[in-house]
T-cell receptor
Framework: DSGVTQTPKHLITATGQRVTLRCSPR?????VYWYQQSLDQGLQFLIQ???????AKGNILERFSAQQFPDLHSELNLSSLELGDSALYFC????????????FGSGTQLSVL | SQQGEEDPQALSIQEGENATMNCSYK?????LQWYRQNSGRGLVHLIL?????REKHSGRLRVTLDTSKKSSSLLITASRAADTASYFC???????????FGSGTKLNVKP
């Protein structure tokens, strides 16, 4: 058990809808990273937060947004969902800003029908 | 991929054999890491090698790094059926804010 909790584990929704994925980092970790894993594109970095502030952005679509709350949990919001957004979404956490290892949650499997 | 690419995409070997997978990347890095993913699960950190290191060992794992060629290799010796998983390299840039993962090597170790 990595100590990173993601909910829900599975999510099935329809095109055009909006969903929220939640991540609780390991106790004491200040950095949260979001990744998207799909069959044809591997693991894509979306966004990173450190202690409530956005620190880095990857290939995150404008329809997606995220935030990290004062209690350090993070939420990834996906809106106007398309079939191609179906993927496994991972959250990972690490202790500080200069991080040497990531701890991954077990992911949220999103299916857009 | 945003940064690295693993090779081969898939590897099938017999238990007891060695498994070698490679990773190539594009830009200068602070360190390179290898992670393992069992089917449908989260990734688990295996080993880290810094840009000023050339080789590192951890148990049955041996990692090499060639910064001039921008490549790394992961060797798993005396493989076991339990090593069956996907293996990913992650390159960490100097600002530490981005960990870029390759598309992975799927390893199947037959008992």
């Amino acid at each position: 058990d990595s100590g990173v909790t993601q909910t829900p584990k599975h999510l099935i929704t329809a095109t055009g809808q909006r969903v929220t994925l939640r991540c609780s980092p390991r106790s004491g970790d200040l950095s949260v990273y979001w990744y998207q894993q799909s069959l044809d594109q591997g693991l894509q970095f979306l966004i990173q937060y450190y202690n409530g502030e956005e620190r880095a952005k990857g290939n995150i679509l404008e329809r997606f947004s995220a935030q990290q709350f004062p209690d350090l949990h993070s939420e990834l919001n996906l809106s106007s969902l398309e079939l191609g957004d179906s993927a496994l979404y991972f959250c990972a956490s690490s202790e500080g800003q200069r991080n040497e290892k990531l701890f991954f949650g077990s992911g949220t499997q999103l299916s857009v029908l | 991929s945003q940064q690295g690419e693993e090779d081969p995409q898939a590897l099938s070997i017999q238990e007891g054999e060695n498994a070698t997978m490679n990773c190539s990347y594009k830009t200068s890095i602070n360190n390179l890491q290898w992670y393992r993913q069992n089917s449908g699960r989260g990734l688990v950190h295996l080993i880290l090698i810094r840009s000023n290191e050339r080789e590192k060992h951890s148990g049955r794992l041996r990692v090499t790094l060639d910064t001039s060629k921008k490549s790394s290799s992961l060797l798993i010796t005396a493989s076991r059926a339990a090593d069956t998983a996907s293996y990913f390299c992650a390159t960490v840039l100097y600002n530490f804010n981005k960990f870029y993962f390759g598309s992975g090597t799927k390893l199947n170790v037959k008992p």
